[in-house]
Nanobody
Framework: QVQLVESGGGLVQAGGSLRLSCAAT????????MGWYRQVSGKQRELVAL???????TYADSVKGRFTISRDSAKNTLYLQMNSLKPEDTAVYYC???????????????WGQGTQVTVSS
């Protein structure tokens, strides 16, 4: 069983910082990509940042220069450092991974349970 366990969300004032973490646990064979998405109630889930294994990170235009995605491959852990937070960053943030379980040939998409980030003005 593979799980993505997020932590680090919370309430912060505009201009502040938060760091999200996501640990991928279970029988993991290989990880193709990991990233962060966010969703506001009533709206579609949107990409925040993504790392494809062996590639460079990509960011949504709205977070470029403020957010930094990083990954500790040895720990199968993903991070999102969020600086200069704005009220419009308020959302539920979801960890995403495309990975192959051990003894499996197929890579599948996995999602975390989500963590709330609220930025007050």
């Amino acid at each position: 069983q593979v799980q993505l366990v997020e932590s680090g969300g919370g309430l912060v004032q505009a201009g502040g910082s938060l760091r999200l973490s996501c640990a991928a646990t279970g029988s993991i064979g290989s990880i193709n990509a990991m990233g962060w998405y966010r969703q506001v109630s009533g709206k579609q889930r949107e990409l925040v940042a993504l790392i494809i294994t062996g590639g460079s990170p990509t960011y949504a235009d709205s977070v470029k220069g403020r957010f930094t995605i990083s990954r500790d491959s040895a720990k199968n852990t993903l991070y999102l450092q969020m600086n200069s937070l704005k009220p419009e960053d308020t959302a539920v943030y979801y960890c995403y991974a495309r990975l192959r379980r051990m003894a499996s040939r197929e890579a599948l998409d996995y999602w975390g349970q989500g963590t709330q980030v609220t930025v007050s003005s």
